[in-house]
């Protein structure tokens, strides 16, 4: 089992498509996992990705885009160890496993909000949504 194990949905009130744009550029990523490097395993299109990933953590990171009612729920999974000084996967005490999946739930958090509120462009609650440009 690896050392950092991550979950975490977000329903955003926006099409798959729209969503998937978002993952779908390699020069975003560094922005979004700085510490990163990310190689696509599966390119599901709109519904989402999945990538190896190397640097701080080895491991696996899927961004699972399932379409619900008139939105989509950000599915995020991150399955990791640190990076010992050769690069390979070095696992954690249990201690810091804890504390770096915390760190990382936080991360993921913050990232889906972002999406959210860039997205739904201050759609109330219950309104319907507005025309999407899926670039």
């Known amino acids: 089992m690896p050392s950092v194990d991550v979950v975490d949905e977000t329903f955003l009130a926006v099409p798959p498509a729209v969503v998937a744009a ?8 560094p922005r979004l996992w700085p510490d990163l490097r990310l190689e696509v395993v599966a390119d599901r299109g709109d519904q ?4 190896t990933i190397t640097g701080a953590l080895v491991g696996s990171m899927e961004v699972w885009l399932e379409p619900v009612l008139d939105g989509t729920v950000l599915h995020y999974f991150l399955r990791a160890d640190p990076a010992g000084p050769d690069g390979a996967p070095a696992p954690a005490s249990w201690r810091r496993g804890v504390a ?7 991360a993921a958090k913050a990232i889906a909000f972002a999406c959210k509120d860039r997205l739904e462009a201050g759609r109330a609650a219950g309104e319907p949504p507005p025309p999407q440009v899926v670039s």
């Not at 978002?22 to 990523?29: G, L, M, S, T, V």
């Not at 989402?48 to 990538?51: A, K, L, N, Q, T």
């Not at 770096?100 to 936080?106: F, L």
């Open 22 to 29: 978002e993952f779908a550029q390699p020069a975003r990523w």
């Open 48 to 51: 989402g990705f999945r990538w």
């Open 100 to 106: 770096e999946a915390a760190r990382r739930q936080r």
